[in-house]
């Protein structure tokens, strides 16, 4: 934020400098010479406005090196405590913007869902058809013994029970449109370097991880003071984020949230002599607000409790 206001103090002091130099201001060393109306062109390239802000940039982590760096460290550390990836940045700008998007089906969902139908009706559908299943345009969907199925998904799962022998064919497909609308592993956050920090891999980075409140609040004339409490509030949730983590790396990856929330709470400790909530309860409670806080944010009044 100060690296901006910088940007724009250097911007505004260079035009009103050009408007306050009256003619020779506006012509050069020369001035403006008889005859000729046209003021004389400078050789010199104005500074770009991402120039001065990555200028204001460097400017203040030397000045703030010392705590600058132990925060970038923590920031660096944050993304494996989440197991987050890239965010649409697209999506997180128009927040920023001041937008509220309604985020419905992504375009990578819609490449599953086409690539999805295209197999099907390619490689599956003929199968069927010779086995009495029908198209129904009426119905929108598919029969089969006077059943109705209104969707590709709601088909393939009701395969195995009336067609065995379809069932290794219909998983090699699904595994076929799988495998093809994969993600690539390139479409990543991008990491920070200390040795090597500038004010754009920052803001990729905090659109990426930073929470979108906290985005959209810099945006504003009036933000939110970094106030001890609300620091402490953070570094908490921070703490929060580790230990759900170290409980989600103890458990199988194909583990249910019941589970891991037993995980987690064999890591929490309830001291004998605080108080309660209600008499019968226990660590795992613990662990739901636990993991619950993690989605969803810090729970600070009564009211919200509730």
């Not at 403006?32 to 940039?57: C, H, I, R, V, W």
């Not at 409140?213 to 009036?222: G, I, M």
């Not at 989600?248 to 890591?267: C, G, H, Y």
Request: proline share 5%; charged share 30%.
């Amino acid at each position: 934020d100060k690296a901006l206001e910088a940007a724009r103090k250097i911007e505004a002091a260079s035009k009103q400098k050009s408007s306050e130099g009256g003619v020779l201001g506006r012509t050069g060393e020369g001035g403006a010479t008889e005859g000729n109306d046209e003021p004389a062109k400078s050789d010199e390239k104005p500074e770009g406005k991402k120039d001065q802000l990555e200028e204001s940039f460097k400017q203040l982590l030397t000045a703030n090196e010392g705590w600058v760096k132990k925060a970038l460290e923590d920031a660096m550390a944050f993304p494996k405590t989440i197991g987050g990836g890239s965010r649409d940045k697209e999506y997180v700008q128009s927040i920023i913007d001041g937008h509220r998007p309604s985020k419905n089906k992504s375009k990578e969902e819609d490449l599953v869902q086409s690539k999805l139908t295209a197999d099907f009706l390619g490689q599956v559908w003929p199968a069927l058809r010779s086995r009495g299943w029908k198209d129904d345009d009426k119905k929108k969907g598919f029969t089969f013994k006077g059943k109705t199925f209104k969707s590709i998904p709601a088909v393939l799962d009701a395969i195995p029970k009336h067609h065995p022998e379809l069932v290794n064919h219909v998983n090699s497909v699904i595994s076929s449109v799988a495998a093809s609308c994969q993600k690539p592993t390139t479409d990543s956050f991008a990491p920070l370097d200390l040795n090597n920090m500038s004010a754009k891999s920052l803001k990729l980075f905090l659109m990426d991880f930073a929470p979108l409140q906290l985005l959209t609040d810099r945006k504003r004339a009036h933000r939110i003071g970094l106030s001890k409490r609300l620091l402490s509030h953070l570094a908490l949730n921070n703490g929060l984020h580790q230990i759900v983590s170290t409980a989600d790396l103890n458990a199988l990856p194909e583990a249910t949230v019941e589970e891991r929330n037993v995980q987690l709470s064999k890591l929490i400790n309830i001291k004998s002599k605080s108080a309660l909530p209600h008499p019968e309860w226990t660590s795992l409670h613990d662990a739901i607000l636990t993991r619950a806080v993690t989605k969803h944010g810090w729970i600070h009044t009564q009211e919200n409790c509730l």
